[in-house]
């Protein structure tokens, strides 16, 4: 069964093609980074427009690098939420109307799910059941997953999400949108002993999240250091970034075993954008082989938004008998819990 998946559910259009016998057999992204940058962030409108300009020139590009002509195809794939309407309108429509036109089905798949299931097109994927940590820019959960749809949320951040908050305090270190890469990237040349930011909600039993606290807690090292401009000293911004990074990392961390030991299973899936943090990796892995437990991920480019995971869930869906009616519905708010099970 050969895919094509398209996912523009916010500021990447990302497609690929996967085969169900042949793996992953091309992938094509556009960031849109430089077109949103100015604004500090992304600006919906104009992220759905460069979906329109971009997305079919790239569905041509790949599926010519990959050798795929329509009757190659067995459906299509795309994100259909949650995400942002206009650009969630933009890939399910041309998704739709592509399927349409080829006489092949289409599936509408939700991208926290296409995120949770990135890693499975790694050499060596995780296997049913596991415990998955999705931390994106707009998503902080800890999910007891037994298989495709089946899904339990065992805690998930009451405000902001993990990225959001390396999005906010990187804007406060007047660091360029996106912030989160490069708070991580600044982090590196901080002391994170100088600092030390406290670890929300660790102090009481449960797998719950909350990073609005540790924002306010930023915000105020930061005005406490100000010089003239407004910011602190290079070295003080690196070492506050490396706290600030530090405690986001340690707390997550804590809910991650937790989760694990709650849940008795002994493999965690850590996907989504923040899940590309070198540090979060690190301390997973050493924290986490303590218990006993594996932790799987993306590769890193599979980390962040890609056509590659909607193409794969995609797949499994189809292959589950699923199929997209032709009156096209997005979902800009879609919980995970609410998914079939296949
Ligand atoms: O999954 P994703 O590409 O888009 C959403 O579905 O939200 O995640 C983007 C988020 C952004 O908040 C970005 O700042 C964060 O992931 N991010 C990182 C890193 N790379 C991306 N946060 C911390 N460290 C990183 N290395
Ligand atoms: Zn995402």
Not at 141 to 157: A, H, K
Not at 194 to 207: S, V
Not at 210 to 238: I, N
Not at 293 to 298: R, T
Request: net charge negative; with cysteine; proline share 6%.
């Amino acid at each position: 069964m050969r895919i094509l998946g398209i996912e523009t559910s916010c500021d990447e259009t990302g497609v690929a093609i996967y085969d169900s016998e042949k793996g992953l057999l091309g992938h094509a992204l556009f960031s849109q980074v430089g077109l949103h940058a100015d604004y500090g962030g992304v600006v919906p409108e104009l992220a759905s427009r460069d979906h329109v300009r971009k997305l079919l020139p790239l569905v041509r590009r790949i599926m010519g690098e990959t050798g795929t002509g329509p009757d190659d195809l067995d459906g299509v794939a795309y994100t259909a939420g949650p995400g942002l309407i206009g650009a969630l309108m933009v890939g399910a429509c041309a998704g739709r109307a592509l399927a349409y036109g080829w006489g092949i089905p289409a599936v509408a798949i939700h991208h926290m799910e296409g995120h949770l299931l990135a890693p499975m097109l790694e050499e060596n994927p995780p296997a049913f059941p596991f415990v998955a940590l999705l931390v994106s820019g707009g998503h902080t959960q800890l999910v007891e997953v037994r298989g495709l749809g089946d899904y339990q949320l065992m805690g998930e951040s009451l405000d902001d999400a993990a990225g959001e908050a390396f999005d906010k305090a990187a804007k406060m270190l007047d660091l360029d949108y996106p912030g989160g890469p490069r708070l991580a990237a600044l982090a590196e040349k901080g002391d994170p002993a100088r600092f030390t930011f406290p670890r929300p909600m660790t102090d009481r039993p449960g797998l719950d999240f909350s990073f609005s606290g540790l924002k306010t807690y930023t915000l105020t090292t930061v005005r406490a250091h100000a010089q003239e401009d407004g910011l602190p000293d290079e070295q003080t911004c690196a070492d506050i970034a490396a706290a600030f990074q530090d405690a986001v990392v340690d707390t997550l961390v804590i809910k991650c075993r937790r989760a694990i030991k709650a849940s008795g299973h002994k493999t965690l899936v850590v996907a989504g954008g923040v899940s590309a943090n070198r540090v979060l990796r690190a301390r997973l892995e050493e924290k986490l082989r303590q218990e006993g437990a594996g932790v799987y991920y993306p590769r890193h480019e599979f980390c962040t938004d890609n056509g590659a995971m909607i193409a794969y869930a995609g797949s499994l869906r189809l292959k589950a008998g699923e199929r997209a009616d032709l009156d096209i519905e997005v979902r800009p708010r879609w919980p995970m819990t609410q998914l079939n099970k296949s």
